[in-house]
């Protein structure tokens, strides 16, 4: 009996002590900054440019994030936890200029841009009126070495009916910390 009760505790401490590595990580978001963005290479890219494709088009959150604490061994990336101290709870996007008739200058454009999360194989529903959106770094390359999102990109699902310079400005409203906003530079959608 004492060697199974042996090899029972044996085993009971490598299973408990083979968790105990698992990162633990929180982080909470800074601030928010928008920039126009191209996502034809593939994988978007901020751009300077004043115009673009409207198929190609995509809308970057820099959202700032600082880590606030990390506890155990390593990061597995399965296993481990990473988690937002104040999350987006919801979103509002509008434009400075009709888009089309549905939707004139300063109306909820949510529902015309989807999250796109790491790469196009996780593309979301589109956004929703009163939609909130999750960003995580999880689908990334490089997770394991950066496991919370720098940014998150929103990718326009419907052209505009005109072709005129327009801004677009997004409001978050981030758990207990009230409201951000911020705005694109000019950008013509073709």
């Not at 996780?122 to 939609?131: A, F, L, T």
Request: hydrophobic residues 35%.
């Amino acid at each position: 009996m004492k060697p199974f009760l042996f090899v029972f505790s044996f085993v009971a401490l490598i299973l408990f002590s083979s968790c105990e590595g698992d990162e633990y990580v929180t982080y909470r978001f800074t601030s928010l900054d928008l920039k126009n963005a191209d996502s034809s290479p593939g994988m978007p890219m901020v751009i300077n440019s004043d115009s673009i494709r409207n198929e190609v088009y995509v809308l970057r959150l820099n959202l700032h994030p600082v880590e606030v604490s990390r506890k155990g061994r390593y990061f597995d990336t399965y296993e481990s936890s990473v988690r937002v101290l104040n999350p987006i709870v919801k979103i509002k996007i509008t434009s400075s200029d009709s888009f089309d008739i549905m939707h004139p200058a300063g109306s909820n454009m949510n529902n015309y841009f989807v999250y796109l999360a790491g790469n196009y194989m996780h593309v979301s529903e589109p956004i929703g009126y009163d939609g909130t959106i999750e960003p995580t770094a999880r689908y990334n390359e490089d997770y394991a070495e950066n496991n919370f999102p720098e940014y998150a990109d929103l990718l326009l699902i419907h052209p505009p009916d005109n072709l005129v310079y327009r801004k677009f400005y997004v409001e978050l409203t981030i758990k207990d910390e009230g409201i951000w906003k911020d705005s694109t530079t000019l950008i013509k959608l073709y």
